[in-house]
């Protein structure tokens, strides 16, 4: 067995912090909120050693001593909670960001970790009646869906749009309702149902809830921009 000499062991203690690799994070993005970047509010407490306290009766949490109000957090589908880097910052982390925009450090005192923005991408499996939205390696959203009857959802690579809208009503199927549609190609869209049982029930589209199950029709909507790659597979 190797020993480290006393020297060596006192050289690595010597260096600097920012010499060490640093943990990351990878960002949580919305395009309905440009503006600010998420986190899930434990996954950033525990890298600054933060222990937050949350009360929902009275709407507000208690982070590193400041008061921040949960109207101002996101949150997934299953309830985890978001924070962004604006109210981090706001209970006293260092937040510096990149010139390129792509790597953001949050600091406080000798604690400090990444966050890095990767590429959003989404897939619908359509023998599983599932989509998955990821935000690099992160998944964001896991949620059943009902895809067309009798194969009418095509399958191949898409981008989301050019069309998005938070309602919308069909001008094919009787005005039919479809809140938080976001277009897949032509008059297939993503949209929130009120009926979506586990098999295909569509006329092509995409049913994903919005009454229930944490609003994962509105989660989508809000989460995916204009141009990311939907990828919809038969198996």
Known sequence: MKFLSLFTLAAILALPMA??????????TFAVDQKR????????????????????KRGKIILNGTTISTKLLRTFT?????????????????????????????????????????????????????????EGQRLVLETRVSSGKRGRTPSGDYSAGPYK????????????????SVQVTGH???????????????????????????NPAR?????INKGTPIKIVRK
């Open 19 to 28: 010499s060490m690799a640093a943990p990351s994070s990878e960002a949580i």
């Open 37 to 56: 970047t998420f986190l899930p509010l434990e996954e950033a407490a525990n890298h600054l050693a933060w222990t937050p306290t949350i009360d929902d």
């Open 78 to 134: 299953d309830g985890t909670n978001l924070i962004s880097l604006v109210d981090l910052a706001k209970a006293g982390a260092e937040v510096t960001v990149e010139e390129d925009g792509s790597v953001t450090k949050v600091a406080i005192k000798d604690r400090y970790f990444n966050v890095v923005k990767r590429e959003k991408r989404a897939e619908i499996n359509l023998a599983q009646q599932k989509l998955r939205a990821w």
């Open 165 to 180: 809208a938070r309602k919308h009503y069909s001008s094919r199927y009787n005005n039919a309702y479809m809140p938080y």
């Open 188 to 214: 297939i869209f993503i949209h929130g149902y009120k009926s979506v049982p586990k098999f295909p029930a569509s006329h092509g589209c995409v049913r994903v809830p919005y009454l229930t199950d944490g």
């Open 219 to 223: 989660f989508f909507y809000e989460w």
